[in-house]
């Protein structure tokens, strides 16, 4: 990742701006901040809000063209903070210690979910047909309704981490307490069974 990142001509201080394309988009944009935020970036990350909908909704101009600007390659220095993600055995040892929260659909939900979690659909952390986050107070408000404790740090999952990082986001933006993203999500929680 730091090599296509330097090869954007992007150092962990450059300035980013993410955006998605609520039409096809599965939260990537949210998931691409984390990663960022994962790898240590130390620049601002931004998210545009309501994706290259709300650009054009606003009749902003669209580039067509496949070109890259030339850009001065610069070696990404990346610092890990594992703290925003989480390993499968980290997560079965410190059962309890975490509100885990499945955001995949409701049918992946029936056929298996990692036990003690709660079940809040990833659709639920955005608003509208651009896919804006939802508020602080809005994520706050459903979070109780479902019975998560925020003040407990909080464990996003969905199939492999897309989705729960679009949650990840949407809490980051908050201001709330410690949340991670659990990036192995379902497929890893799965695969611990078979070792």
Known sequence: MSAALSAMGLDEKSPVLIYGDADK??????WDAWVLSWLGHQGPIRI??????A??????????SAERPAVKK????????????????ELERRKGGYAVVDVRSTLEWFQG?????VHIPWDE?????????????????????HGVD???PVVYYCLGGIRSGYAWLVHELSGLPEARNYEG???AWQKRATR
């Open 48 to 53: 545009l809000n309501g994706g290259v909908q």
């Open 74 to 89: 610069r070696p990404y220095q990346a610092r890990l903070n594992a703290q925003l993600d989480i390993a499968t055995e």
């Open 125 to 145: 952390f955005y608003t509208g047909k651009e896919r804006r986050p939802i508020s602080a107070q809005q994520l706050k408000t459903l979070l109780a309704k």
């Open 25 to 30: 988009s599965w939260g990537g944009e949210g």
């Open 185 to 187: 999500g379902m497929a």
């Open 113 to 117: 979910k990692i036990p003690g979690a």
């Open 55 to 64: 650009w054009q909704a606003r009749n902003l101009p669209l580039s067509r």
């Open 150 to 152: 925020a003040g407990k």
